[in-house]
């Protein structure tokens, strides 16, 4: 019998490593420490290559040139040469809808989070500074105005959790006709909606046009004493941008799961700032969103090997003409 390669840069949860231990038919590697060296010694002849968020060139693709697939533990594929895989007409499946409860709770918490102050109060809790609570600035949710940029599965959700604290919700996405939420804003322009959000959350995919998307002239037509969180991409926004609009005041707070370059550098001002919270990409990685993830992950593998491949959970269906 003739075992197939599967390659698993960068190792994840254990329910989608135990189906593939469990098939004969495959010959497993696992990468645990997904160096660029490490993985071009391991996607050599690989006939699937499954990636969390390590990058993955067209030269290291280059080494299986019989790959049949990759499939992604997550959405976003910016890590994956995607010019190549559509020359070579190789699917990229990506696990659609394993991960937008988990990141939607997330992007919540750190709304309420930031608007209830959590981070310094736990501190003064720990500095025995019971005075405070006579000086914390903390925020209710009612009434206040909430702008989501991007409104697929993971904004809506975002925006549902909103609604269910009373918040108005406007939402940002180029792409949709109309709002799949009711009573929910939609908007083609986000620009004009700035300076009434008090909340502005992101939930785009990162692409060439959403590379640096906001930039200082936003943050500059947000609303004074307004909360910015992301829990997208890093590079769709600069840290150094938002440190000058936490220190001028323009930003009360900003909310942080991804950073332009992970991890980030400690040493940033940023992440010495009162009135920011951060998480290390952290989203999708509750305990049910892992195994769910890892589970599409293998899912995908299997129909592969079976000629049954899911073309719904496929990213280039369109570019390789699937």
């Not at 790959?67 to 699917?91: F, H, Q």
């Not at 709770?105 to 003064?124: G, N, R, V, W």
């Not at 590079?235 to 942080?256: I, M, P, Q, R, T």
Request: charged share 25%; with cysteine; hydrophobic share 40%.
């Amino acid at each position: 019998m003739t075992k197939k390669k599967v390659v698993v840069i960068s190792e994840f949860h254990p329910a989608g490593i135990k189906l593939l231990q469990a098939r004969e038919d495959i010959d497993l590697v696992i990468v645990k420490d997904p160096t660029p060296e490490n993985i071009s010694k391991a996607v050599v002849n690989a006939d699937v290559i499954t990636i969390r968020t390590q990058k993955i060139t067209r030269e290291q693709l280059a080494l299986a040139p019989n790959l049949k697939l990759i499939s992604r533990y997550g959405v976003g594929t910016d890590n994956i040469d995607m010019a190549y895989c559509n020359e070579k007409k190789i699917p990229v499946a990506i696990t659609v809808g394993g991960n937008d409860k988990s990141v939607a709770e997330h992007a919540f918490t750190l709304i309420m989070s930031l608007a209830k102050d959590m981070k310094m109060s736990d501190k003064a809790i720990q500095d025995s500074n019971w005075k405070y609570r006579d000086t914390r600035s903390i925020h209710d949710l009612y009434d206040k105005n909430v702008l989501i940029l991007g409104f697929g599965r993971i904004g809506q959700r975002v925006a549902r959790f909103c609604q269910a604290f009373s918040m108005n919700v406007t939402a940002y996405d180029p792409y949709l006709p109309k709002s799949p939420v009711e009573n929910v804003k939609l908007v083609k322009d986000f620009h004009s909606e700035l300076a009434h959000a008090d909340f502005v959350t992101l939930h785009l995919p990162l692409t060439k046009e959403t590379n640096g998307l906001f930039g200082k002239r936003e943050l500059s037509m947000m609303k004074d004493g307004s909360f910015f969180i992301n829990t997208a991409r890093g590079e769709l926004v600069h840290e150094d941008d938002l440190l000058e609009a936490l220190n001028s005041k323009k930003l009360k707070g900003v909310g942080l799961d991804v950073f332009s370059h992970e991890p980030p550098d400690p040493s940033h001002p940023l992440f010495k700032h009162d009135r920011s919270f951060f998480t290390p990409h952290a989203g999708g990685m509750s305990e049910e969103c892992t195994s769910n993830l890892a589970v599409m992950t293998v899912q995908r593998i299997f129909e592969c090997f079976e000629g049954k491949l899911d073309l719904s959970y496929v990213f280039n269906r369109k570019e390789i003409g699937s």
